[in-house]
C-alpha cells in the first residue's frame, strides 16, 4: 500500500484579525485537527498595498464594509515580532509554522530571521516574477498557488524558479527571457524544479463556486509540468479538499477559523475547527483506501477466494474412462478445485477416475 502521506496545511491566514492572542488560538487548533502545518500571512500593508487600492467584491461583500486595501491590510496585519513570537509557539507545540510572504521585506523576514526552509508563493504574486525570482534564490522548497493563472502564466513562472534555483549561487548571470528559458530546459533546472516544486490548483475566489473548482485541472498540471501537484481549496465545507485526495492531490491548503461568525474578509470561506479535524480524518481514510497501482489479491481476500469462486463440478455420474462433456460437468463452488478458466481445456478429456455427481472435478 501505498506509504505517500498528503500534507495538509491549515490556512489561518488573516483570520486571527491581527491579534496575537487568535493567532496563538488558531495554532492550537490546528493541532487538535491534526494538520502537518499551520500557515499565515506575513506583509506590510504600505508594501503590499497603495491608498489608491480597493478592496475585492468579496472582501467589501465578506466584512459589510468598504474600504481601501490599505485600510483592510492594517487591520489585520502581525507584526514581524508577532510572528516570530507564533512560530516559536508552534516550535513549542510540534506543527511546522509557514508564512506566506507578500512583500520583499516580509520574504526577507521568513528567510532571515526566522529561517524557513518552505515558501509558499500566493495566486496573486504568480505574475510577479522579480518576486517569484527572488523566492527561488534563497533555494527553499515552494509550493505555488496557481489561481487565476493559464498554463502559459504557470510555465513562464517555472522558467523564473528554474533560472533562481539554477544561479542561486552564481548571481552572475543576469536574468532574461532566454536565460529563464536555457534553465527552464536544462537537465539540472528539470530536476531542481522536480524536487523542489509543488504546484496547488486554486480559485481564487472566497467562497468559490462549485461549478468553477475544476479539479481535472490537476491532472494537466501534473502531466503538462512532470510535477507534483496539490489544491488550494476556497470552496464552503470540506468535500471538495477530500475529492482533490481522491483525484491525486499530494497537498491541501484550507482556510479555517475559529468561528464564521467573526468579522473579517475570509472566515466566511473557512471551515471551523471540527470540520478541519472532520476533514483531516477523511483524508488520512482516502490515502489507505488509495492504496497503490498493483492489482492484486489482499490480505483479507485471501481468505474468501475458495468460497466466492467456483470450480469443475461434476454434473451427473461419470464413469472412469468417460469424455468429459459440457452434458456432465458444471461449475458450482467451492473454489478448492479446477479453475472454470480450464473449462475448454477439460472437454474431451477422459476421466482418470470416476465421479459422483456434486464431485470436484479431477485432470
Request: overall charge negative.
Amino acid at each position: 500500500m501505498s506509504k505517500e502521506k498528503v500534507l495538509v496545511i491549515a490556512e489561518a491566514g488573516v483570520n486571527h484579525n491581527g491579534s496575537l492572542k487568535l493567532a496563538i488560538e488558531l495554532v492550537d487548533a490546528a493541532i487538535a485537527a491534526g494538520a502537518d502545518i499551520v500557515k499565515f500571512q506575513t506583509f506590510v500593508a504600505e508594501e503590499l498595498a497603495s491608498p489608491q487600492a480597493k478592496q475585492a467584491e468579496y472582501q467589501t461583500a465578506n466584512t459589510n464594509v468598504e474600504q481601501s486595501q490599505l485600510s483592510m491590510l492594517k487591520s489585520l496585519e502581525l507584526s514581524f515580532e508577532e510572528h516570530k513570537k507564533v512560530q516559536e509557539y508552534c516550535q513549542s507545540a510540534g506543527i511546522e509554522y509557514l508564512s506566506t510572504a507578500f512583500d520583499f521585506s516580509s520574504l526577507n523576514f521568513l528567510i532571515e530571521e526566522l529561517q524557513l526552509k518552505t515558501l509558499k508563493i500566493p495566486s496573486g504574486e504568480l505574475t510577479n516574477s522579480p518576486f517569484v525570482l527572488a523566492h527561488a534564490y534563497t533555494g527553499c522548497d515552494l509550493i505555488v498557488s496557481t489561481g487565476m493563472a493559464n498554463l502559459e502564466e504557470i510555465e513562464f513562472a517555472l522558467m523564473v524558479i528554474a533560472f533562481g534555483l539554477v544561479h542561486k549561487d552564481d548571481k552572475v548571470k543576469s536574468p532574461s527571457i532566454e536565460a529563464f528559458r536555457q534553465a527552464y530546459e536544462s537537465e539540472q533546472g528539470v530536476k531542481l524544479l522536480r524536487e523542489k516544486v509543488t504546484l496547488l490548483h486554486c480559485t481564487t475566489e472566497y467562497p468559490a463556486p462549485i461549478d468553477e473548482v475544476n479539479l481535472k485541472a490537476m491532472d494537466l498540471m501534473r502531466s503538462h509540468f512532470k510535477l507534483n501537484v496539490g489544491y488550494s481549496d476556497h470552496t464552503q465545507g470540506t468535500i471538495i479538499s477530500t475529492a482533490a485526495v481522491a483525484a491525486g492531490a499530494k497537498v491541501i491548503e484550507k482556510h479555517f477559523t475559529l468561528s464564521r461568525e467573526l468579522e473579517g474578509p475570509d472566515h466566511i470561506a473557512s471551515i471551523e475547527p471540527n470540520e478541519l479535524k472532520e476533514m483531516i480524518e477523511n483524508i488520512r481514510l482516502i490515502e489507505k483506501a488509495l492504496g497503490s497501482e498493483v492489482k492484486s489479491p489482499t490480505n483479507s481476500e485471501q481468505k474468501n477466494i475458495a468460497i466466492a469462486r467456483k470450480s469443475i463440478v461434476a454434473k451427473a455420474d461419470i464413469a472412469k474412462g468417460d469424455h468429459f462433456t459440457e452434458s456432465n460437468l458444471t461449475i458450482m463452488r467451492p473454489g478448492t478445485g479446477v479453475s472454470p478458466t480450464k473449462f475448454w481445456q477439460v472437454i474431451g478429456n477422459r476421466a482418470p477416475k470416476s465421479f459422483k455427481a456434486g464431485d470436484l472435478i479431477e485432470v
